[in-house]
């Protein structure tokens, strides 16, 4: 099984909302990753999980909020977002965070009004 | 800092050409590059990895070269179909990256027309 799995599909929140976007992964993977991206445009790394440990922050505004509760599951929460952090949301793993592919999910499509 | 980037930005052919794609990075110290491909609002498929003491991998109809000296990926994929239509990303990892860091090119959209 080499799937990675997102839920929401599709998130429509407001600025004032509070939501969050889970990231599931079978594959025994201890590294796992956030990235955004904005239409036509090529991802960016967010966040960076080894050992349920966050190593790489790419400073992101703190109305980003990572969590990795064990080694298959990672969250994403967010508060008082913008309408510019409008973009699709990609998880990752790899095995480590060495040489490995990074097996992508489907992304969360997020959508602030 | 490490810039990657994929000519042209945009491909269409008839179905049954040969497609090529072209991938630079202006950084040659690098752990591995890898290609992708995006369909419209999805997420990435790794295609192929290819690590810095390989010059070429295949899978299926894809076969993809690097050049580490002169700073060059091409991934050429072979009698081109409908279902080939998307965006083909490269991704470049650093030697000194220990955190899979992968630095994007913009990527190419590829329209295969029957």
């Known amino acids: 099984d080499t799937e990675v799995t997102q839920t929401p599909k599709h998130l429509v929140m407001g600025m004032t909302n509070k939501k969050s976007l889970k990231c599931e992964q079978h594959?025994?993977?201890?590294?796992m990753y956030w990235y955004k991206q904005k239409a036509k445009k090529p991802p960016e790394l967010m966040f960076v999980?080894?050992?349920?440990?966050?190593?790489i922050n790419e400073s992101v505004p703190s109305r980003f909020s990572p969590e990795c509760p064990n080694s298959s599951l990672l969250n994403l929460h967010l508060h008082a977002l913008q309408p510019e952090d409008s973009a699709l949301y990609l998880c990752?793993?790899?095995?480590?965070?060495?040489?490995?592919?990074?097996?992508f999910g489907p992304g969360t499509r997020l959508l602030v009004l | 800092k490490q810039e990657v980037t994929q000519i042209p930005a945009a491909l269409s052919v008839p179905e049954g050409e040969n497609l090529v794609l072209n991938c630079s990075f202006t950084d040659s110290a690098i752990y591995n590059l890898q290609w992708f491909r995006q369909d419209p609002g999805k997420g990435l498929t790794s295609l192929l990895l290819?690590?810095?003491?390989?010059r070429e991998q295949t899978s299926g109809r894809l076969n993809a070269s690097l050049d580490k000296s002169s700073g060059r990926s091409t991934l050429y994929i072979a009698a081109s179909q409908p279902g080939d239509s998307a965006t083909y990303l490269c991704?470049?990892?650093?030697?000194?990256?220990?955190?899979?860091?992968?630095?994007f090119g913009a990527g190419t959209q590829v329209v295969v027309t029957p």
């Open positions: 991704a470049v990892r650093l030697e000194t990256d220990s955190w899979g860091k992968f630095q």
């Open positions: 990752a793993s790899s095995q480590t965070t060495s040489l490995e592919t990074q097996y």
């Open positions: 999980y080894s050992y349920e440990k966050l190593s």
């Open positions: 594959m025994g993977h201890r590294a």
């Open positions: 290819i690590q810095s003491s390989q």
